[in-house]
């Protein structure tokens, strides 16, 4: 990304991470191509660790594209920080509360611009006990519904070595990161449908299936099931059937 297009406080942001970056972390970056160069875009990590931020925002940037983060509003209240996170353009969300509309709005705005939106599904860390994808939220699928900006998945590991959510415990060492980025999801038999709870649920399944099979491809083993259907429930006509 040229510099000359970045305002002040982009630029401040960019000369605290990424050196930061390079120091902290040793890393393999693949299939950045597919990353789209231009034009609205979600992108959807997945999420191992509080760190992993900062590592998907340095691949993003380093791949030509400003990464604006959905995150908790919690973080636009810490000092400097927040005002910070402003000035850089990233989008606070209220779960739960009719601010979450303000966000949606502003996500829109993002994408109408030509911005890169990074939505983390998960909506926190993953409580996966080997760190693969947990159960998404809707609100990437809802996004994509309502504007029909591509969801591009991005898979990220190793961040977990720095801070890792199941010790809580953070390590200074030097850290070997991998990310990729996937192709489109293809969400086009759900295009035009209205925004139904069922019909958001597919889609989110659709993206997080996407996302963990991405992740497969820079981790060894074989991916897990996503999560375990609860058992269906079974009616009374159908037990006297």
Same mark, same amino acid.
Request: net charge positive; glycine share 8%.
């Given at each position: 990304?040229?510099?000359?297009?970045?305002? %002040?406080?982009?630029?401040?942001?960019?000369?605290?991470? /990424?050196?930061?970056?390079?120091?902290?972390?040793?890393?393999?970056?693949?299939? #950045?191509?597919?990353?789209? #160069?231009?034009?609205?875009?979600?992108?959807?990590?997945?999420? /191992?660790s509080h760190f992993d931020p900062l590592v998907v925002a340095h691949y993003v940037y380093k791949s030509g594209r400003w990464p604006r983060f959905l995150g908790k509003a919690s973080l636009w209240r810490v000092p400097i920080v927040?005002?910070?996170? /402003?000035?850089? %353009?990233?989008?606070? /969300?209220?779960?739960?509360?009719?601010?979450? &509309?303000?966000?949606?709005?502003?996500?829109?705005?993002?994408?109408?611009?030509?911005?890169?939106? &990074?939505?983390?599904?998960?909506?926190?860390?993953? #409580?996966?006990p080997d760190l693969w994808p947990m159960r998404g939220k809707t609100g990437a699928a809802r996004l994509a519904l309502l504007t029909g900006a591509p969801v591009v998945p991005i898979a990220n590991w190793g961040a977990q070595q720095v801070f890792d959510p199941r010790t809580n415990k953070l390590k200074l060492t030097r850290a070997h990161v991998t990310v990729t980025t996937g192709d489109p999801i293809d969400l086009s038999r759900w295009a035009g449908l209205e925004p139904s709870r069922p019909v958001l649920e597919e889609m989110t399944e659709k993206i997080m299936l996407g996302i963990r099979d991405l992740l497969g491809t820079i981790r060894d083993g074989e991916p897990p099931a996503l999560y375990v259907r609860p058992a269906r429930r079974v009616t009374n006509s159908e037990d006297a059937s």
């Open positions: 990304m040229a510099q000359r297009g970045l305002t %002040f406080w982009q630029r401040f942001a960019v000369m605290l991470v /990424v050196p930061t970056m390079t120091v902290w972390t040793k890393r393999t970056w693949l299939h #950045r191509e597919k990353l789209p #160069r231009s034009s609205g875009v979600i992108l959807v990590p997945n999420h /191992v927040g005002s910070l996170l /402003v000035k850089t %353009f990233q989008v606070p /969300v209220e779960r739960g509360s009719v601010e979450a &509309v303000k966000s949606l709005e502003a996500l829109v705005a993002a994408l109408a611009e030509g911005g890169a939106v &990074v939505i983390y599904p998960e909506g926190t860390t993953t #409580r996966e």
